[in-house]
């Protein structure tokens, strides 16, 4: 998927949102809107208004001034609705050109049949070679290969995906470029990746957020309080012998709800998550983005997301007394069955070709995050090699010492930021492989980011807490959490939770998913395994783990954004207040008169001026609606002054000024 930035107006999507806006009056679909609802009301009692004044009721006023009257009420509700129209079609584009890279895909299954991607099931095997598409979802369950996945994440740079770890993922639609991979499906039909990407970007699955649902209460509450208010001034009038007509009424209450922010809505929350799909971020929900504008606290891996990705080995450093010969040909063997890149750069470190190695009935111990280990049983020999503090507990509930030189290697290596692995046969400590981590440049810049944005950054890695602090001190980071397992991620978050913060987290293994699911807000990597992206409720498609901190900024200028024109629209009501009020009573309370402090031409003309102003305010803030309130990382309360500052104040100023240039203009008709 192209993230590309185009025309806010294009002219095909223009085209379908005027057609959407005239489908979208229809009373079953508006009814959704309680604001607008009540203006499509006063639109059709305008309608009966005209027909009644052309059948001679001349104390309703002129049939010409009624008649633009519900013309711009009309409009107004057109407004409306192509706003929102617009932000659909721009959705629909996208899926559009998302159902191209999910055509009908030949998949070729283990034995050799080929069939259609359609009939592909959970659970199915298939095989891909280079210059095979992919033909649905899965991870790979052997094999490696390059993998270009430019038509979901517009990214042309090829990448590598393999068996085992937490880059065995794939997507329907890309394409591998090399090798060959065996592939089994993780989705039933119509529940890809790109299906999903299709229903959200459509609205089809797109459900009001619960801070709409609120705004929506709030506008829909006072909508009530001004009909209320419109028809108690009816007695009013009559008592002071002042005649108000039915379109004055209607005009008066149009004008006083607030429509600015009722017509942009929902435009504002389809705009929202079309921002984080151009950032090529899949949410399951409107609610996901939202929550992440409110986030508290980010946990963050320290392994390519703080740190370059994959560590390296630097040096090897054999105990006192152990050969170095032998003590590299243990390194190597405890790393034969390593596919990490980190086990794989210790056999490159070594030199040595892996296939002399001989080890008769040989039994490979992988790494687990409870153990911390991992390595290679064969004969009457065990080697292990793992954290510091795992492998001395091993040697020492056998007997056997912790040499002092290897306890200064880990503080020395430590204290440098890097990594140590102690390596032990039979249970006796043989030396220490030390690894190396680079810190990402610009890192400490972003977290600073975050920091003014009053968002607590937290480090989560598995190395022991002296390369912890090290690297945290470094980056910048506010706190970490040293040699963490996955229940550790889980109860900090947790523990942040029940202090009454909200956690971001990323993750891309296995071991991810329960903080994933427990996270406020779980982005999960593509490239991860499937149990990290049925955990989490975003999705990631370009890997990189550095995007939730873009995720908080989309979040935090969705809220700003329905913030601001929230304020917008409720201050537009005071310069229409003192444009219909006057209007409506001057001819019987003249010294009303001092409220029309913009000097307007007539009863008349104020009336259809405020009415004019409050309908064509819409589309002059559609852009502003779909592209967003830019944001500035400057802390909650300097924000909230700045924005009512422009908002309030502007909504106050504007209509004045807009409302006096309309009269100017009105006047020479009225």
Same mark, same amino acid.
């Given at each position: 998927?192209?993230?590309?930035?185009?025309?806010?107006?294009?002219?095909?999507?223009?085209?379908?949102?005027?057609?959407?806006?005239?489908?979208?009056?229809?009373?079953?679909?508006?009814?959704?809107?309680?604001?607008?609802?009540?203006?499509?009301?006063?639109?059709?009692?305008?309608?009966?208004?005209?027909?009644?004044?052309?059948? $001679? !009721?001349?104390? %309703?006023?002129?049939?010409?001034?009624?008649?633009?009257?519900?013309?711009?009420?009309?409009? +107004? @509700?057109? &407004?409306?609705?192509?706003?929102?129209?617009?932000?659909?079609?721009?959705?629909?584009?996208?899926?559009?050109?998302?159902?191209?890279?999910?055509?009908?895909?030949?998949?070729?299954?283990?034995?050799?049949?080929?069939?259609?991607?359609?009939?592909?099931?959970?659970?199915?095997?298939?095989?891909?070679?280079?210059?095979?598409?992919?033909?649905?979802?899965?991870?790979?369950?052997?094999?490696?290969?390059?993998?270009?996945?430019?038509?979901?994440?517009?990214?042309?740079?090829?990448?590598?995906?393999?068996?085992?770890?937490?880059?065995?993922?794939?997507?329907?639609?890309?394409?591998?470029?090399?090798?060959?991979?065996?592939?089994?499906?993780?989705?039933?039909?119509?529940?890809?990746?790109?299906?999903?990407?299709?229903?959200?970007?459509? $609205? !089809?699955?797109? %459900?009001?957020?619960?801070?709409?649902?609120?705004?929506?209460?709030?506008?829909?509450?006072? +909508? @009530?309080? &001004?009909?209320?208010?419109?028809?108690?001034?009816?007695?009013?009038?009559?008592?002071?012998?002042?005649?108000?007509?039915?379109?004055?009424?209607?005009?008066?209450?149009?004008?006083?709800?607030?429509?600015?922010?009722?017509?942009?809505?929902?435009?504002?929350?389809?705009?929202?998550?079309?921002?984080?799909?151009?950032?090529?971020?899949?949410?399951?929900?409107?609610?996901?983005?939202?929550?992440?504008?409110?986030?508290?606290?980010?946990?963050?891996?320290?392994?390519?997301?703080?740190?370059?990705?994959?560590?390296?080995?630097?040096?090897?450093?054999?105990?006192?007394?152990v050969n170095e010969q032998h003590f590299v040909r243990c390194v190597v063997l405890s790393s034969?069955?390593?596919?990490?890149?980190?086990?794989?750069?210790?056999?490159?470190?070594?030199?040595?070709?892996?296939?002399?190695?001989?080890?008769?009935?040989?039994?490979?111990?992988?790494?687990?995050?409870?153990?911390?280990?991992?390595?290679?049983?064969?004969?009457?020999?065990?080697?292990?090699?793992?954290?510091?503090?795992?492998?001395?507990?091993?040697?020492?509930?056998?007997?056997?010492?912790?040499?002092?030189?290897?306890?200064?290697?880990?503080?020395?290596?430590?204290?440098?930021?890097?990594?140590?692995?102690?390596?032990?046969?039979?249970?006796?400590?043989?030396?220490?492989?030390?690894?190396?981590?680079?810190?990402?440049?610009?890192?400490?810049?972003?977290?600073?980011?975050?920091?003014?944005?009053?968002?607590?950054?937290?480090?989560?890695?598995?190395?022991?807490?002296?390369?912890?602090?090290?690297?945290?001190?470094?980056?910048?980071?506010?706190?970490?959490?040293?040699?963490?397992?996955?229940?550790?991620?889980?109860?900090?978050?947790?523990?942040?939770?029940?202090?009454?913060?909200?956690?971001?987290?990323?993750?891309?293994?296995?071991?991810?998913?329960?903080?994933?699911?427990?996270?406020?807000?779980?982005?999960?990597?593509?490239?991860?395994?499937?149990?990290?992206?049925?955990?989490?409720?975003?999705?990631?498609?370009?890997?990189?783990?550095?995007?939730?901190?873009?995720?908080?900024?989309?979040?935090?200028?969705?809220?700003?954004?329905?913030?601001?024109?929230?304020?917008?629209?409720?201050?537009?009501?005071?310069?229409?207040?003192?444009?219909?009020?006057?209007?409506?009573?001057?001819?019987?309370?003249?010294?009303?008169?001092?409220?029309?402090?913009?000097?307007?031409?007539?009863?008349?003309?104020?009336?259809?001026?405020?009415?004019?102003?409050?309908?064509?305010?819409?589309?002059?803030?559609?852009?502003?609606?779909?592209?967003?309130?830019?944001?500035?990382?400057?802390?909650?309360?300097?924000?909230?002054?700045?924005?009512?500052?422009?908002?309030?104040?502007?909504?106050?100023?504007?209509?004045?000024?807009?409302?006096?240039?309309?009269?100017?203009?009105?006047?020479?008709?009225?």
């Amino acid at each position: 998927m192209q993230t590309q930035h185009t025309s806010l107006f294009q002219k095909d999507l223009v085209q379908e949102a005027l057609r959407q806006s005239f489908i979208k009056l229809n009373p079953a679909l508006l009814f959704r809107n309680p604001v607008m609802f009540t203006v499509e009301i006063g639109t059709f009692v305008m309608l009966g208004v005209c027909i009644w004044v052309a059948a $001679g !009721a001349q104390e %309703q006023g002129s049939l010409a001034y009624n008649l633009v009257i519900f013309g711009v009420l009309f409009l +107004t @509700l057109l &407004f409306a609705n192509f706003a929102e129209a617009i932000a659909e079609a721009r959705g629909k584009a996208q899926a559009d050109s998302l159902r191209k890279t999910r055509e009908e895909t030949p998949a070729t299954l283990l034995n050799g049949q080929v069939v259609s991607s359609a009939s592909l099931r959970k659970g199915d095997v298939f095989v891909c070679a280079a210059g095979d598409t992919i033909p649905a979802d899965g991870e790979i369950i052997e094999g490696l290969a390059t993998i270009d996945e430019s038509a979901i994440t517009g990214e042309s740079a090829p990448v590598i995906r393999e068996a085992g770890g937490d880059k065995s993922s794939v997507t329907g639609g890309t394409k591998v470029l090399s090798d060959h991979i065996k592939v089994r499906v993780s989705t039933e039909p119509g529940e890809s990746f790109l299906d999903k990407m299709i229903a959200l970007v459509e $609205g !089809a699955s797109r %459900q009001k957020t619960p801070n709409e649902i609120a705004l929506t209460i709030l506008l829909a509450g006072f +909508t @009530l309080v &001004f009909i209320i208010v419109t028809v108690t001034l009816q007695p009013f009038a009559s008592y002071a012998q002042t005649p108000i007509t039915i379109s004055a009424l209607i005009s008066l209450f149009v004008c006083l709800i607030p429509t600015t922010i009722g017509g942009l809505l929902s435009a504002i929350g389809i705009a929202g998550m079309d921002r984080a799909l151009r950032a090529n971020v899949i949410t399951k929900s409107g609610k996901a983005v939202e929550t992440a504008g409110d986030v508290d606290v980010l946990l963050l891996d320290k392994t390519g997301t703080i740190t370059i990705g994959n560590r390296k080995a630097t040096r090897f450093y054999p105990a006192n007394g152990v050969n170095e010969q032998h003590f590299v040909r243990c390194v190597v063997l405890s790393s034969l069955s390593d596919e990490t890149p980190e086990g794989k750069s210790i056999v490159e470190l070594a030199g040595v070709n892996p296939a002399s190695m001989q080890m008769p009935n040989a039994r490979f111990v992988k790494f687990t995050a409870e153990t911390r280990s991992s390595g290679v049983d064969f004969g009457e020999t065990r080697i292990r090699k793992g954290a510091s503090d795992a492998i001395r507990q091993l040697c020492q509930s056998a007997g056997n010492p912790y040499p002092a030189e290897v306890r200064d290697w880990v503080t020395q290596i430590s204290g440098n930021g890097g990594t140590p692995l102690v390596v032990a046969e039979n249970e006796r400590i043989i030396g220490v492989i030390e690894l190396q981590d680079i810190i990402k440049p610009g890192i400490q810049e972003r977290f600073e980011r975050l920091r003014r944005m009053g968002i607590k950054t937290v480090m989560v890695t598995g190395d022991n807490p002296l390369t912890a602090r090290f690297i945290a001190e470094k980056a910048g980071v506010d706190d970490f959490i040293a040699e963490a397992k996955p229940e550790d991620k889980m109860n900090y978050i947790k523990k942040e939770q029940a202090e009454g913060r909200l956690v971001a987290m990323m993750g891309d293994g296995t071991n991810d998913a329960p903080a994933l699911a427990q996270a406020d807000v779980g982005v999960a990597m593509n490239s991860g395994t499937q149990a990290a992206k049925e955990a989490g409720n975003m999705v990631d498609l370009d890997n990189d783990p550095t995007k939730l901190i873009e995720v908080v900024e989309i979040g935090k200028q969705l809220l700003m954004t329905r913030g601001t024109l929230t304020t917008f629209s409720i201050a537009n009501d005071v310069a229409k207040y003192f444009a219909i009020i006057p209007a409506l009573f001057i001819g019987g309370i003249p010294v009303l008169q001092r409220l029309n402090i913009m000097q307007l031409h007539s009863p008349e003309s104020a009336i259809l001026s405020a009415v004019i102003f409050n309908a064509i305010i819409i589309p002059f803030l559609i852009p502003l609606a779909l592209k967003g309130v830019s944001y500035k990382p400057i802390g909650a309360s300097a924000l909230l002054r700045r924005n009512v500052f422009i908002y309030g104040l502007g909504g106050i100023v504007v209509p004045f000024l807009g409302i006096k240039a309309i009269d100017i203009l009105v006047s020479f008709f009225v």
